[in-house]
């Protein structure tokens, strides 16, 4: 069974430990997640909260980089924001990341249950989708949905949707039971793939995006399979690293 959840809360409890689950935060936590790691970061660890980045990283350790967001803006005392543009090479090379964002980062450590666990975004769809399809036959496939302030995101589903539309495009299998919510992801990623970025900009996390003057990051998030990179996730330490590099 292959479904989308479209928020942390309807996350099926009793099913997680046998499910793979893909965290979605498109604006913007996991395409940050994503591009750090594909700027050459070591690892991005993934925190509930900016207290806890702050309680992890010590002073003398250079080599952490603390990273997040509340209302779209960095926070004082973090090095970096949630913008992945700010994640260039120069920055970010070798480091380890800790990232505390509004939601993307909450919604990882919702799903901390699971069997298995991967960052996908637009941004590496593709090898999103080829990493899932090698353990289909295992259990359940969950494409989770941070969502925006606990709302449903249309980003966040348009981002499912474009890993679904891989997976089928992957195992050229229309058998494979996909929910109806599996369905409006694939359908609503089919009407707009052809225009990625305005399409999110009529949610209210480009929405948010735009009045705080980050709309760049739509752009930059809006680009299908730029990296193509699957993100996997250790459940320990919610320490996410590249899978495969296709």
């Known amino acids: 069974m292959i479904d989308v959840v479209l928020l942390p809360?309807?996350?099926?409890r009793e099913a997680l430990p046998q499910a793979q689950v893909v965290v979605l935060d498109i604006l913007r936590a996991t395409s940050t997640t994503v591009t750090a790691l594909a700027s050459g970061a070591?690892?991005?660890?993934?925190?509930?909260?900016?207290?806890?980045?702050l309680k992890a990283k010590t002073p003398?350790?250079?080599?952490?980089?603390?990273?997040?967001?509340?209302?779209?803006?960095?926070?004082?005392?973090?090095?970096?924001?949630?913008?992945?543009?700010e994640y260039s090479q120069d920055?970010?090379?070798?480091?380890?990341?800790?990232?505390?964002?509004?939601n993307g980062t909450r919604a990882a450590v919702a799903a901390r249950t699971a069997r298995r666990m991967f960052v996908g975004s637009?941004?590496?769809?593709?090898?999103?989708?080829?990493?899932?399809?090698?353990?289909?036959?295992?259990?359940?496939?969950?494409?989770?949905?941070?969502g925006t302030d606990g709302r449903t995101a249309i980003e966040d589903v348009i981002g499912a949707g474009a890993i679904l539309w891989q997976v089928l495009a992957g195992t050229m299998r229309p058998d494979l039971e996909f929910t109806d919510t599996a369905w409006i992801?694939?359908?609503?990623?089919?009407?707009?793939?052809?225009?990625?970025?305005?399409?999110?900009?009529?949610?209210?996390?480009?929405i948010n995006l735009i009045n705080a003057d980050l709309e760049a990051d739509i752009d930059f998030c809006a680009a299908l399979d730029r990296f193509?990179?699957?993100?996997?996730?250790?459940?320990?330490?919610?320490?996410?690293?590249?899978?495969?590099?296709?």
Not at 65 to 73: K, L, Q, S, T
Request: with cysteine; glycine share 6%.
């Open 9 to 12: 809360e309807f996350l099926p």
């Open 42 to 53: 070591a690892s991005v660890r993934l925190f509930d909260s900016p207290d806890e980045v």
């Open 60 to 85: 003398a350790d250079k080599s952490v980089i603390a990273a997040g967001e509340r209302g779209c803006r960095k926070m004082p005392g973090f090095d970096l924001g949630n913008s992945p543009a």
């Open 122 to 146: 637009l941004l590496n769809a593709s090898a999103t989708a080829e990493a899932l399809v090698t353990e289909l036959h295992r259990g359940p496939t969950l494409l989770l949905c941070a």
């Open 228 to 246: 193509p990179m699957a993100v996997s996730v250790n459940l320990n330490s919610l320490e996410a690293t590249p899978w495969r590099i296709m």
């Open 185 to 206: 992801a694939y359908q609503t990623f089919a009407s707009v793939r052809s225009r990625l970025a305005p399409a999110l900009r009529l949610g209210q996390g480009g």
């Open 91 to 102: 920055i970010v090379n070798e480091a380890a990341i800790y990232l505390s964002t509004t």
